[in-house]
């Protein structure tokens, strides 16, 4: 890919987001950034089916 | 906003039959996209009378080359994202070749490492060989 659309391409992505740590996710009518969670959260499911930041307490890993 | 929608529809009235079809299919899809949507709707009504004239291929360059006008709006970026098939709360992840939208499991899943080479997914974390499995930790 060339430089210039390459820069092109990232300048179109920074219109769903430009947030440094963002992750795009399809939501129910188009992509959505989403931000960086605190610090220490993990990404998971949320009950609408997008993903969301939850502290990692509140999530049933194997001890 | 209807009403410069139902001036261009009275336009594309006056062009030749053949031309037409094309036209109407384009400002049809335009105002599906602009159903509910806030803030760009302006823009993305500039862009397409762009198309419409010039088939996109004018455009304002800055010194760097950088382009800025007419640049692609919010939902056109989110439509090209949609032809990698996603599903809802899909991510995008690169795969061997192309990106692609993850697979998601159920609600209360983690994101979790997986192989190189594989398809990252979410599982259920009490799936998990241990703690450092899950990735996404910020």
Excluded at chain 1, 6 to 12: A, G, K, N
Excluded at chain 2, 2 to 27: F, N, S
Excluded at chain 2, 106 to 118: C, D, E, I, Q, R
Aim: charged share 20%; net charge neutral; hydrophobic share 40%.
């Amino acid at each position: 890919m060339a430089a210039d659309d390459y820069t092109r391409l990232q300048q179109m992505l920074d219109l769903l987001g430009d947030v440094p740590g963002s992750i795009l996710v399809r939501g129910p009518d188009r992509w959505l950034s989403l931000p960086p969670g605190p610090i220490g959260y993990v990404l998971v499911i949320g009950a609408g089916g997008v993903p969301e930041w939850v502290d990692p307490s509140t999530v049933p890993f194997p001890t | 906003m209807l009403d410069r929608v139902r001036v261009i529809a009275r336009a594309i009235k006056q062009i030749p039959a053949a031309e037409r079809g094309p036209m109407q299919e384009a400002l049809r899809r335009y105002m599906r996209q602009n159903a509910g949507v806030r803030g760009t709707a302006a823009v993305r009504e500039r862009d397409w009378l762009m198309s419409l004239l010039t088939g996109r291929q004018w455009a304002i360059y800055d010194e760097q080359g950088r382009q800025f006008w007419p640049m692609a709006s919010l939902m056109d970026v989110s439509d090209w994202l949609d032809h990698t098939g996603p599903r809802l709360g899909s991510m995008l992840m690169r795969g061997q070749d192309e990106w692609l939208p993850s697979h998601n499991c159920h609600p209360k899943s983690v994101l979790m490492y997986t192989a190189p080479g594989t398809h990252t997914m979410t599982c259920p974390a009490a799936s998990l060989p241990d703690r450092a499995n899950a990735i996404g930790g910020y």
